[in-house]
């Protein structure tokens, strides 16, 4: 009985004939079948083979290995036993030291950064692959020279390389230098070569293709807007949002102001009675100045949309009329919360801390955004006057 059992060489012998193993302490072994594979670059055939798979987690008590080798070596089966538990234990000291443990034609035993024992087998070795396929063969694409003679008109397969030559001798590759072969070039190698180009035009379409939806994202993101929104919210009609985005307050509901618009009534007086009767007009009506200025949209055009409420809006929402009547310089008023709401963080964005929003009540459905309030109707004629004339702004003013 020898000394010591090469296991590496036994587990290959192995898989010759069979498709799983388990060894105890060690783990568990299957192969799968793989077709043959056709290497354009090296003009090579790899016959089919078998993939050998191993999980270090199944730790099952086969006996079917040791049986196999004693039979092999005729030895008794508690022998075989211990030459396959000497064999894990020096497998596991050697992972444990260098984290690998080369298994001669069977494979490499590797030691993972996660702590698990892994399994590479030899590219190079082939289970029964005579036994259901072809060799390794080389040299499948004829070279395209000129005969060597007006009377030999087979192609000419010589290689430049005597390695090649005595590797196509070892695998049994063999052809008549006189005979004739009826072929131009070899279909396999030229479909596979196909393929390869194909794809490789695909992938770089696709780069391509990722490369400009990158850019444009970039650029749209540069000029501060929504790439998926911009891709995905393409609408027939624009949205007041939407517009107020790009120009918070051109839409005539927003810019204008519209001291006509909705249920309120605009009560057209006198000029020159805007100045005098402090408690003229009720509550909740508005008075329309006269103006004698041009306007136009110059203080909202560096407005940015913004419509998220103020964290301490209370202090800035009038929800009812003040126990003593307040009179408010009104910018704006909308029927969209939400462009009350952006130009009401404009004002306040501009320096204009006394700003306000009169709320809805039973009689008017709209948001009234005010520039400041004043307890006096003469104080706020005259200086709301002021302020909308420097901004050439319309205005009005209610008194609430």
Do not use: C
């Not at 036994?10 to 793989?34: C, K, M, S, T």
């Not at 790899?46 to 039979?71: Q, T």
């Not at 049994?172 to 490789?200: A, G, H, L």
């Amino acid at each position: 009985m020898p000394s010591e059992i090469n296991i590496p060489q036994y587990l290959y012998q192995w898989f010759q004939e069979f498709d799983e193993l388990v060894i105890p302490n060690l783990g568990r072994f299957e192969a799968d079948y793989q077709n043959a594979l056709i290497q354009p670059g090296v003009n090579k055939i790899l016959p089919p083979n078998k993939e050998i798979y191993f999980d270090a987690s199944v730790k099952g008590n086969d006996p079917k290995f040791a049986f196999y080798i004693a039979n092999k070596e005729n030895i008794s089966f508690e022998e075989a036993e211990s030459h396959i538990h000497n064999f894990v234990q020096t497998l596991k000291a050697e992972l444990g030291v260098r984290k690998e443990y080369q298994a001669g034609i069977f494979g490499k035993f590797i030691y993972t950064p996660q702590s698990h024992i892994d399994f590479h087998q030899n590219d190079e070795t082939v289970y029964a692959g005579s036994s259901f396929g072809l060799p390794e063969l080389y040299n499948l694409k004829p070279t395209q020279s000129q005969p060597k003679s007006l009377g030999d008109t087979s192609p000419d397969y010589s290689e430049t390389s005597e390695n090649r030559d005595k590797e196509i001798e070892k695998q049994d590759y063999n052809y008549e230098p006189n005979q004739k072969q009826d072929f131009e070039e070899d279909e396999i190698i030229v479909e596979e070569e196909f393929v390869e180009n194909s794809s490789r035009r695909w992938v770089s379409m696709l780069v391509i293709f990722l490369l400009a939806i990158i850019t444009g994202a970039i650029i749209l993101i540069i000029a501060d807007q929504n790439p998926m929104e911009w891709l995905f919210n393409k609408k027939l009609k624009v949205t007041d949002s939407e517009i107020a985005q790009d120009n918070p307050l051109q839409e005539e509901d927003i810019l204008d102001a519209d001291r006509t618009a909705g249920d309120e009534e605009v009560k057209k007086e006198d000029a020159s009675d805007n100045t005098n009767d402090e408690d003229k007009g009720a509550v909740g009506e508005i008075e329309n100045p006269a103006i004698d200025y041009p306007t136009d949209d110059s203080f909202v055009k560096s407005f940015r949309y913004n419509a998220t409420p103020p964290s301490n809006l209370t202090s800035y929402m009038v929800n009812s009329p003040n126990a003593q009547s307040r009179y408010y310089v009104i910018l704006g008023s909308f029927g969209n919360q939400a462009n009350a709401y952006s130009y009401l963080n404009n004002l306040l964005a501009k320096g204009h801390s006394s700003a306000k929003i009169i709320a809805p009540d039973s009689k008017h459905s709209t948001y009234r955004t005010a520039y400041r309030d004043y307890t006096t109707r003469k104080i706020a004629l005259e200086q709301g006057r002021e302020f909308a004339k420097q901004n050439k702004l319309p205005y009005f003013i209610l008194k609430y």
